[in-house]
């Protein structure tokens, strides 16, 4: 790898509602020689596997917050990633950062691998501690300073009952990708914004008819930011790339992709790419984007 890419893997770009297209949100950031996963949905160590990557090659996860699609794949990471075999391999503990409250995932972690952990030293495979958690609160700022990768949480509004709720700004060698992971419009998330070769938005929306006849779909729209909301946060950051994720287009009747995005060109006149699994985006001299589907891959 060329030493001054910044390079991001999109592992998972979805929301809660299962889907073989777009598992939970997962983005696998590697700089030099550091490697960080930004959340660890359903299925994150599938989406690694299809890349070749070992399931013990991260060591590192940032929680953004904790909605069970940005979190819930943890536990196969921390336990599947012990196992001594080529396609795993992690001989250490697995350090999770993460909001107020991490410290309960990593006693719950230890308390439900206790089976499999037995099962595993008893027969000599592991040490029981590399499927210990070891975990770090974080607060707004820097949560992650080595080897020259930096990255920065960003507080976000993910709505009044998720007080600590975060995006994040990775900067390396001066590129900076900036990922909003869930949030309504936010003035503190444009602001720390500026500058981004790359900015991934998540976006929702819902027909009007829907919100007025399913009180349930109103309650999930409104943790999120409406089309054209991210219109007007792609127009006062201008990245040199915008990019939409965790697409919450809800059922019933969904509201179509083409209505979502007049929308947000009512706001925003550049160009904006719908993120997909598997996606590389690699931040350099230029931005490159390579689909998990190209025949050269
Ligand atoms: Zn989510
Ligand atoms: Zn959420």
């Not at 990471?77 to 075999?85: A, E, F, K, R, W």
């Not at 070891?134 to 993910?158: C, N, R, S």
């Not at 699994?277 to 984007?289: A, C, E, F, H, V």
Request: charged share 20%; with cysteine; net charge negative.
């Amino acid at each position: 790898m060329t030493t001054d890419v910044l390079k991001v893997t999109l592992l998972g770009t979805g929301i809660p509602n299962p889907s073989i297209h777009a598992f939970g949100t997962s983005t696998l950031i590697e700089a030099g020689d550091q490697r960080v996963l930004l959340d660890c949905g359903r299925g994150a160590v599938i989406r690694m596997s299809q890349l070749g990557i070992p399931v013990g090659y991260v060591d590192t996860v940032i929680l953004s917050h904790y909605h069970s699609d940005h979190y819930s794949g943890l536990f196969d990471l921390l336990m599947s990633g012990t196992i001594p075999q080529g396609w795993a391999g992690r001989g250490k503990p697995l350090t999770v950062y993460g909001p107020a409250g991490i410290e309960h995932i990593a006693e719950g972690a230890w308390i439900v691998t206790k089976p499999d952990r037995d099962i595993r030293v008893n027969d000599n495979e592991i040490d029981a501690e590399h499927m210990r958690i070891i975990p770090h609160q974080y607060e707004e700022g820097i949560v992650f300073d080595i080897g020259g990768l930096k990255i920065i949480a960003i507080l976000v509004d993910h709505g009044d009952n998720i007080p600590s709720a975060y995006g994040f700004r990775v900067e390396y060698k001066g590129h900076v990708f900036v990922h909003s992971h869930d949030t309504r419009y936010n003035e503190n998330l444009i602001s720390q914004a500026h500058g981004a070769d790359v900015f991934v938005h998540e976006v929702a929306a819902a027909r009007a008819s829907t919100l007025a006849s399913h009180p349930k779909v109103k309650v999930a729209i409104d943790h999120h930011a409406s089309p054209s909301e991210v219109g007007r946060v792609f127009a006062q950051t201008r990245p040199r790339l915008a990019m939409l994720t965790h697409l919450a287009l809800l059922p019933p009747d969904p509201l179509p992709m083409d209505d979502l995005l007049d929308q947000l060109a009512a706001e925003y006149d550049g160009t904006v790419l719908i993120a997909e699994d598997l996606m590389t985006i690699r931040i350099g001299r230029n931005i490159s984007i390579e689909p998990y589907r190209h025949p050269a891959r």
